[in-house]
C-alpha cells in the first residue's frame, strides 16, 4: 500500500465473507484467490495478550464460544470452532491468530488491519497497537500494510509508535464534531479516511482526492452501490464480494 499510488483497490472485507466463514484463513484464501488487492480484518487482544482475528467483542454468534472474547487466552480461543456457523463444511475451522493471516498475507496481498479496542481489557490496552506493529515489521509488511480504528486514541498511539505506518480513520459521524473528512484527518495525522457507505457523501470525494487522502468505502456489496462509488473515484472499496466487484470494477478501466 502506497498513498501515492492512485490504482483502485478492491478490499476483502472479513476476507471473501460472502463466500467463506469471515475473519478465517479459507476466506484470506478466498480473497487471494478473487485477485482482490487487499484483505481487510479484525483485531483484537486474547487474555494473554495476543492479538486474534475476529470481530465481534463476543464469541457467541460466530463460534462455538459464549462470552467475552477478552477473558479468554489463546489456548481457549483456538479450541473455538469459527467455521460452522457459517456452513457444516468449514466445523473445526480455528481462529486465526493476527500473525498467522500477517504471514500468509506477505508476498501474496496487502492488510488493513483494523484494530478494536472496545473490547480489549484495560491492562492490555494500548498493546494491541505495539504487537500488531510489531508482527508488520517481523513480516516485512510495512509497505503492504494499512492500519485503521473507530478509536482514534489507537491511531495517535501508532503514530506515534512509527509516523511512517499507514493509518486510516475510520468515520463516526456522532464522534466527528461536524469536522469535514479533511480537518478529522488532519486532527489525528492520518493517511487515509474510511466511511460507511450511508455515511459517505459524494461531494467529500473530490475535496479528499484534491488534496492526496486516499477514501475507501465499506461495506458494498451491490453493484449499483459499487457503480456509484466508481464513478465518484474513490480509492477503493471494501467488499464481502471481491470477485463481483472485480467484474464490475472492469468497466471503468480506461
Ligand atoms: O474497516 C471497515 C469496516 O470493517 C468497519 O466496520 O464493523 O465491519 O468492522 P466493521
Ligand atoms: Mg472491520
Known amino acids: 500500500y502506497h498513498s501515492n499510488d492512485d490504482s483502485f483497490l478492491v478490499i476483502a472485507h472479513r476476507g471473501a465473507s460472502a463466500q467463506y466463514p469471515e475473519n478465517t484463513m479459507p476466506a484470506f484464501k478466498g480473497a487471494v484467490e478473487?485477485?482482490?488487492?487487499?484483505?481487510?480484518?479484525?483485531?483484537?487482544?486474547?487474555?494473554?495478550?495476543?492479538?486474534?482475528?475476529?470481530?465481534?467483542?463476543?464469541?457467541?454468534?460466530?463460534?462455538?464460544?459464549?462470552?467475552?472474547?477478552?477473558?479468554y487466552t489463546l489456548r481457549e480461543l483456538r479450541t473455538l470452532d469459527v467455521g460452522s456457523w457459517f456452513s457444516e463444511q468449514y466445523r473445526g475451522e480455528k481462529m486465526p491468530t493476527l500473525e498467522e493471516a500477517i504471514e500468509f498475507a506477505s508476498g501474496k496481498i496487502a492488510?488493513?488491519?483494523?484494530?478494536?479496542?472496545?473490547?480489549?481489557?484495560?491492562?492490555?490496552?494500548?498493546?494491541?497497537?505495539?504487537?500488531?506493529?510489531?508482527?508488520v515489521k517481523k513480516y516485512?509488511?510495512?509497505?503492504?500494510?494499512?492500519?485503521?480504528?473507530?478509536?482514534?486514541?489507537?491511531?495517535?498511539?501508532?503514530?506515534?509508535?512509527?509516523?511512517?505506518?499507514?493509518?486510516?480513520?475510520?468515520?463516526?459521524?456522532?464522534?466527528?464534531?461536524?469536522?469535514?473528512?479533511?480537518?478529522?484527518?488532519?486532527?489525528?495525522?492520518?493517511?487515509?479516511?474510511?466511511c460507511s457507505y450511508n455515511q459517505f457523501k459524494k461531494k467529500w470525494s473530490r475535496e479528499l482526492k484534491e488534496h492526496n487522502i486516499p477514501h475507501f468505502i465499506y461495506t458494498v456489496d451491490q453493484p449499483r452501490r459499487m457503480r456509484r462509488l466508481l464513478s465518484a473515484e474513490v480509492s477503493g472499496i471494501f467488499t464481502n464480494k471481491p470477485d463481483l466487484l472485480k467484474e464490475v470494477a472492469t468497466e471503468f478501466q480506461e
Do not use: C, Q, W
Open 111 to 135: 492488510l488493513n488491519i483494523e484494530i478494536k479496542t472496545e473490547a480489549v481489557s484495560d491492562e492490555l490496552h494500548g498493546g494491541v497497537e505495539e504487537k500488531s506493529l510489531e508482527l
Open 34 to 71: 478473487m485477485e482482490a488487492e487487499m484483505i481487510e480484518l479484525d483485531v483484537m487482544m486474547s487474555s494473554d495478550g495476543v492479538p486474534v482475528v475476529f470481530h465481534d467483542a463476543r464469541l457467541d454468534d460466530h463460534s462455538d464460544g459464549k462470552g467475552l472474547l477478552k477473558d
Open 140 to 194: 516485512g509488511m510495512e509497505d503492504h500494510v494499512i492500519f485503521s480504528s473507530f478509536d482514534y486514541r489507537a491511531l495517535e498511539h501508532l503514530k506515534k509508535l512509527d509516523p511512517a505506518i499507514p493509518v486510516a480513520l475510520l468515520y463516526n459521524r456522532s464522534e466527528s464534531e461536524n469536522m469535514s473528512p479533511l480537518e478529522l484527518v488532519r486532527k489525528y495525522g492520518v493517511d487515509a479516511f474510511n
